[in-house]
């Protein structure tokens, strides 16, 4: 059974830091990991979807990357901002059935300006 | 374009009562998946459709758990005889591909239920 853990629960940085948040995962064998945020009172936003042939999807100030033969995945954050303050969660199909997603209990993210 | 929309929003129910929450997932996606979510957890799945199919029902607590997409774009998820454990979000999310793909869930802003 796939389990996703993610490190640290919570973090809280000053504006203007790069920061990393963790993934791992412990079954391999994945066809893709995601990133999402959610926003209080919010649903998920999909920040970035790695497939499992990739190493790393970039977008704005956002990096994630994918090391599936050690089960880990990390989000680079660049220049935090005030606005990136959310919970962060991954996410990765199971390696059997549908492409359900199997979620990390996230990690809760506030920058201060 | 809309995004998933769900109704209501926010559902108080008193324990023993049945409750509906509904999904209107993005227009064209056959893919469609609840999953629910207590106070500082992940997302947990629940149940899968493409279209009208219910192919996978794994994840739902219990038998008084009841979803349905008769006409392969709404959704209901019914809950009968709520009780207080019942309490969470539940999210739905669409996607657009059928099977042997892979991409991105599309998820709506989700139904707080609370069960007193």
């Known amino acids: 059974k796939q389990e996703v853990t993610q490190i640290p629960a919570a973090l809280s940085v000053p504006e203007g830091e790069n920061l990393v948040l963790n993934c791992s995962f412990t079954d391999s064998a994945i066809y893709n990991l995601q990133w999402f945020r959610q926003d209080p009172g919010k649903g998920l936003t999909s920040l970035l979807l790695?497939?499992?042939?990739?190493r790393e999807q970039t977008s704005g100030r956002l990096n994630a990357s994918l090391d599936k033969s050690s089960g880990r995945s990390t989000l680079y954050i660049a220049a935090s901002q005030p606005g990136d303050s959310a919970t962060y969660l991954c996410a990765v199909p199971p390696t059997t059935g549908f492409q359900k997603l199997v979620f990390g209990t996230g990690t809760r993210l506030l920058v201060s300006p | 374009g809309a995004g998933v929309s769900q109704s209501p929003r926010y559902k108080v129910a008193k324990r023993g009562q049945d409750v509906a929450l509904r999904c209107d997932p993005i227009s064209g996606h056959v893919s469609l998946f609840w999953y629910q979510q207590a106070l500082g957890q992940g997302p947990e799945f629940l149940t899968y459709f493409q279209n009208e199919a219910q192919l996978d029902k794994s994840g739902l607590p219990s038998d008084r758990f009841f979803a349905e997409r008769p006409e392969g774009s709404v959704s209901t998820l019914k809950i009968q005889r709520t009780q207080q454990e019942d309490s969470a979000v539940y999210l739905c999310?669409?996607?657009?591909?059928?099977?042997?793909?892979?991409?991105?869930?599309?998820f709506g802003p989700g139904t707080r239920l609370t069960v007193l």
């Open positions: 999310a669409s996607s657009p591909w059928t099977s042997g793909n892979t991409d991105t869930q599309y």
């Open positions: 790695i497939q499992s042939s990739q």
